[in-house]
């Protein structure tokens, strides 16, 4: 079965500070690693994906991630923190022929000045 | 805006009570998704359809939830005979098998109250 787990409920940074939110993974097969993002009020939005390839993975608003298999993690970073980007972080993996998705609890992200 | 709308965004009823809500997709995407989120929770996967075709559906859904895509557009997701644990946002997603397929797009999501 597949699943993602994100250790930490909440992550608190200063703003031009670089940020990490964990996320760990178990699956059966290959890993299809995604994060997502949750502003209060809004739907989720997509970030970046780890299908295959390169272990750092650039994705939207400054955001990457780095692919660890040894580890078992993809976690997300960020070198200088926004205000902006305070909000709800998710980790998920899919299924090989993303038919499933499994989503992590989520990490709070705050950025405070 | 051509983005994953849903109908009702909030929806209050009373235990016992049928409730439908609907989801319209961006209008070129063929995969659909249905998931559940309660507080301090990260999206339950509940249902997956490719067209009219419901290929996944989750072993947690009960069988008084039920959803349908008749004509491959949008969907609609019905939960008889509510119950107070229904209490949660319901998300519905889409994406394209054209382009990057795994990418999913996520509507604004109905909150469901259950009395």
């Known amino acids: 079965a597949q699943s993602v787990a994100q250790p930490e409920d909440q992550v608190n940074v200063a703003e031009g500070n670089p940020l990490t939110v964990k996320c760990t993974y178990s699956?059966?097969?290959?890993?299809?690693l995604f994060w997502y993002v949750q502003y209060p009020n809004r739907g989720l939005q997509f970030l970046l994906k780890?299908?295959?390839?390169?272990?750092l993975v650039k994705g939207s608003y400054g955001f990457e991630a780095e692919f660890n298999k040894s580890q078992t993690s993809f976690h997300l970073k960020k070198p200088s923190a926004l205000v902006s980007d305070s909000a709800l972080y998710f980790c998920?993996?899919?299924?090989?022929?993303?038919?499933?998705?499994?989503f992590g609890s989520g990490t709070k992200l705050n950025v405070k000045p | 805006d051509t983005g994953v709308s849903q109908d009702p965004r909030h929806k209050i009823t009373k235990r016992g009570q049928n409730v439908t809500f609907r989801c319209d997709p961006i209008s070129e995407h063929n995969r659909l998704y249905w998931y559940r989120q309660t507080l301090g929770q990260g999206p339950e996967f509940l249902t997956y359809f490719q067209n009219e075709a419901q290929l996944e559906k989750s072993r947690l859904l009960s069988d008084r939830f039920s959803a349908e895509r008749p004509k491959g557009s949008f969907s609609t997701l019905e939960i008889q005979r509510t119950e107070q644990g229904d209490s949660a946002m319901y998300l519905c997603?889409?994406?394209?098998?054209?382009?990057?397929?795994?990418?999913?797009?996520f509507g604004p999501g109905t909150r469901l109250t259950v009395l």
């Open positions: 997603a889409s994406s394209s098998a054209g382009g990057p397929y795994n990418e999913q797009f």
């Open positions: 780890y299908i295959t390839g390169d272990n």
């Open positions: 699956v059966s097969g290959n890993p299809y």
């Open positions: 998920a993996v899919s299924d090989y022929n993303f038919n499933k998705f499994y």
